[in-house]
């Protein structure tokens, strides 16, 4: 052990002797319970993110913290350091553009860091649930499905969530964390109570509307920029026990937006008279058509979906869900039927089963089991996730969906509007500037298979084209998990957020360390 720490110093005084910023002292004499680790491994798997589309230089050092503390010593010694050096905590590093990646800094492991360091278990703290409040307070690491298992044990579940839950709570909580319940009960950043926050000066504050109410707001949807998350408390509510999941085929875009937007409507409305979840998914090719049915499409109903003769060949699928309880399962099936009878889908084209909570909530993990198995996960992800208008959202179908798209998407594409009003404005997450917008996911996967249309360099040129198109067409989209690489395509991004946003900046990490790999602003050291 000695002998490595000797070789990282060494090492790292050389970088520092040609012109690197680092000063490895200031690293060896960190006195955390946690784990500083320079192992390879480590630093090389730090390097790497679910989009595999860059691969950074890897960090110089990985901090696997034990605690808030832990967080907070290093930050101190960076704001405090003659050198500077960056850190960047890694939820589980499920970006796609190097977000969690910084540049020649340290990286703090915030999910998966149950790790032994001098003889003991270090671990930071488990969800501590507060039935009565109706709240858990979880660590700034914890993956979702984790905070979902510990809160059910007591009934218990949080509101809002993402369609996969392999993601960590600082990480969603640091863009915004959607899925189909954010049209009732707003995105997972509007569910939050209270925060424990390590900002780039190292201070360790608890925020919320009340107390340090700006860092509050600006953590949320901040991209990671002004503190990294400790400790969040989520909002809770009972959990269901069970789950009607149902989807319908449109080959009207008109009516399948209209239907949309009439069932999140209806968020004002006593539960028992609307869905508990809205979604839908765009169908271009016969690929995915199979695909979609096998994973999910009842064999005592089958359709075939060439006789359904779609506009433009393309399909419209809209997927809702009906939570309810075991004892109340007798009421579902008149709720459910008053419901659809208000839309306008294909008739028989009705697909619908029941299943467990836990198991709908966690759905896109059977998925990834499958492409894990097929050597499918593992591959480069050009994702480009919009947040388009309401009254864009037909010109964006015309342009995109029956034109750049051609027959092929390489990768579900979803589609579903969201209420505005769900939103707090106070949060650094942008969103365009209407009452209803919709998110539009092209989650796209690129194949080295000889198929042009798989290629990265396609999809990648292809979501350029789209960008293009939407600037030229005059559709103010937003991205969601943006990735610009100016500093005026940022400044477009934040739009009329980007004086408060530089503002908070300056206040909260003034030598720009944390969250470098979003390329918002540049170090100052
Ligand atoms: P990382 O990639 O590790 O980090 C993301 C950013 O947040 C980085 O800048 C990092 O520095 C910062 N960060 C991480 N932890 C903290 C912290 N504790 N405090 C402050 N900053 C921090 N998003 C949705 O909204 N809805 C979805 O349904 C959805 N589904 C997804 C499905 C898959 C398969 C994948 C890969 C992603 C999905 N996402 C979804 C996107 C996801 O929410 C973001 O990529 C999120 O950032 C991932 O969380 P992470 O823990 O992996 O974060």
């Not at 998966?112 to 009565?132: Q, Y």
């Not at 008149?334 to 659809?340: G, N, P, R, T």
């Not at 896109?364 to 919009?386: C, D, I, Q, T, Y």
Request: aromatic share 10%.
């Amino acid at each position: 052990m000695a002998t490595k720490l000797l070789l990282t110093f060494a090492i790292c005084r050389l970088l520092v002797t040609v012109g690197l910023t680092l000063d490895p002292t200031e690293l060896l004499l960190l006195g955390v319970d946690g784990q500083l680790s320079f192992d390879t491994a480590d630093v090389e798997t730090d390097s790497l993110d679910f989009g595999l589309l860059t691969r950074a230089a890897p960090p110089l050092a990985v901090l696997h913290p034990a605690s808030a503390q832990d967080i907070a010593q290093l930050v101190q010694t960076a704001y405090g350091s003659n050198f500077g050096f960056t850190v960047s905590a890694r939820g589980h590093g499920h970006s796609i553009n190097g977000q969690a990646q910084p540049a020649n800094g340290v990286v703090v492991q915030m999910s998966g860091s149950k790790l032994r360091a001098s003889g003991r278990i270090m671990k930071p703290p488990e969800p501590r649930v507060w039935p009565g409040e109706r709240y858990v307070d979880v660590w700034g690491g914890e993956l979702w499905i984790d905070v979902l298992r510990s809160t059910l044990e007591y009934g218990l579940a949080p509101k809002s969530w993402t369609d996969y839950l392999y993601l960590s709570v600082g990480g969603t909580l640091s863009n915004a964390g959607i899925s189909g319940q954010a049209f009732n009960h707003g995105p997972q950043i509007s569910n939050v109570y209270e925060l424990d926050v390590v900002t780039g000066k190292g201070d360790l504050l608890t925020c919320s509307e009340e107390q340090n109410s700006e860092l509050f707001h600006a953590v949320l949807g901040g991209l990671g920029q002004f503190g990294i998350i400790t400790r969040a408390r989520i909002s809770l509510e009972p959990a269901p026990q069970k789950v009607r999941w149902i989807r319908v085929l449109y080959s009207s875009f008109w009516a399948f937006t209209r239907d949309q937007e009439y069932l999140i409507s209806l968020h004002a409305q006593p539960s028992s008279q609307k869905f508990d979840y809205v979604e839908g998914f765009v169908i271009v090719d016969e690929g995915l058509i199979n695909n979609w049915r096998s994973s999910f499409f009842s064999p005592r109903n089958p359709v075939k979906i060439s006789s359904l003769d779609p506009n433009g060949g393309v399909l419209y699928c809209l997927e809702i869900t009906k939570n309810y309880q075991e004892s109340t399962a007798s009421t579902i099936d008149k709720e459910v039927e008053s419901l659809l009878k208000k839309l306008n889908f294909i008739p028989a084209t009705v697909f619908t089963t029941d299943l467990l909570y836990v198991d709908f909530l966690d759905r896109v993990h059977k998925a990834e089991l499958k492409l894990r198995s097929k050597g499918l996960w593992e591959v480069p992800h050009p994702w480009l996730n919009l947040f388009v208008p309401k009254s864009k959202i037909a010109d964006f179908d015309k342009g995109v969906f029956k034109g750049i798209l051609g027959n092929k998407t390489s990768g579900p594409i979803l589609i579903y509007p969201m209420n505005k009003n769900k939103w707090d404005h106070r949060s650094s997450a942008v969103t365009p500037d209407e009452d209803v917008f919709y998110l539009v996911a092209l989650l796209r996967s690129a194949l080295d298979n000889g198929e042009e249309t798989h290629s990265l360099e396609y999809l990648t040129d292809q979501n350029r084209q789209i960008l293009r198109f939407c600037d030229d067409a005059g559709i103010n989209v937003k991205q969601y998990l943006p990735h610009c690489t100016t500093h005026e395509e940022w400044m477009d991004h934040f739009g009329n957020k980007w004086d408060w946003f530089y503002q908070m900046k300056m206040e909260f990490d003034p030598r720009h360390i944390l969250a470098s790999g979003q390329q918002i602003f540049t170090p100052s050291f």
